[in-house]
């Protein structure tokens, strides 16, 4: 691996295995025109490495070898699929403190959070590995007797993957598992900003005896291009992306053509609600992990804090001590709880957004201006606005940032209404110790995923997804391998 200065040497010394090539057939190598692009960290800005750049040549090269591989991998046993994917597992499990040195490295998250995203990587394939020998069809006598019905699942086909930097290995494995167990072979485009971790568990999968062409992995600096050669290939059957709703509606519009099964995980605005009887101080807690995981990049972060009237002075100051006490620093730093953005121009877009609210009159309760930002760019300090009026554009925007916006409302309907008052509708998060008005919230939460009295609700074995302008399909649970398999009838003559 090409390292950057010593200092950037010294802290990727850990992941000097990654492979900077492309996976392509089962072969390592170089993109066809020989380009390369760099990676950087985004704590100081460094190139860490160089990556093989991908265009639309190698793209044809990794959809000949998916295409190739799938009539030998769709008709493996469901035991030797789950048996790869449990190796995987074990394998992803045992490097953990190398994936996560990476993905700090390149996504720059503090380490205990990569720390964290490994194990959810992990959990993804472990549970797929459980999944794929349960994949059940149904038997049953027609109504009218004279047929038998037979239903029986198929793998789509050969599928494109388009993962996003915010979480380089769990949002791969949470597509490349599911896709696996299912049979289907894959094609996998990984963010430029972040693929070294794709790499790493594209190698990963190589040494656990995974067949060539089963996973096919293109890192690029030029993915749009790259995305529309195979999304226009007539083998692809399937797109799974997760990314914003923008770059969504065009891969969709990209899709429709060749008629392609579609899921995709796009933005959110979550609302997080604070009732009257909330407790206050689990409230606080809950917000702080909603908030600032990954720095705030994340889909399913809280974008808008919704609070009682009654309970906003606690809640507020609970907050606000929170924030204040966060220390901003390099994600490979012990002491560091929030690291950098993924890049300045994220960073400014995040502070744009405060800047705009606080023009629009919000209440600046704590500002990124009120201590140092950090030794790199990318840095933001957490900010807490109070009462922000609805016109601003961060009650409308995803913020991905550590910028909390508090709403205020009186009424259970008003505060249920303010969190619908948006397009997405990922996640909504209610705090309340009432049963009978956490069920009416949840009831009327728009929204595909509900937390109730948490401030977190990803978990490999549950169905991920969105309603709305969030997203088409689920992912994760039993139901995320139903992405990846077409349901296939038989009516078979009944005996005479
Ligand atoms: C995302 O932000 O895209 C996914 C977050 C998660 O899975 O928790």
Redesign the pocket.
Known sequence: MQQGTDAAGQRIAGAARTPTGMLVGGEWRESREGARFPVLDPATGEVIATVADAGVEDAADAMDAAAAAFPRWSAASPRRRAALLHDVFTAVHDRAEEFAALVTLEMGKPLAESRAEVA?AADFLRWYSEEAVRLTGTFRTAPGGAARHLTLNRPVGPCLLVT?W??PL??IT?KVAPALAAGCTVVLKPAEETPLSALLLARVMAEAGLPAGVVNVLSTSRPGPLVEAVLGDRRIRKLSF??STEVGRRLLALAAPGVLRTSM?LG?NAPFVVFDDADVDAAVEGAVAAKL??GG?????ANRFIVADSVAPRFVGGLAERLRAQVVGPGDDPRSTLGPLISQAQRDRAAGLVDDAVAHGAEPVVHYGEGAAGPGDAFLRPVLLDRVPPSAEIARKEIFGPAAAVYRFSTEEEGLALANDTRSGLVGYVYTRDLDRAVRAIEALECGMVGVNRG???DASAP?GGVKESGLGR??GEIGVQEYLETRYASIAAPA
């Open positions: 959810y996003p915010n979480f769990a949002m949470r997760t990314g995980e959110g995981r990954n990049q994340s889909c399913v972060a977190h609700v990803s991920f992912e994760g």
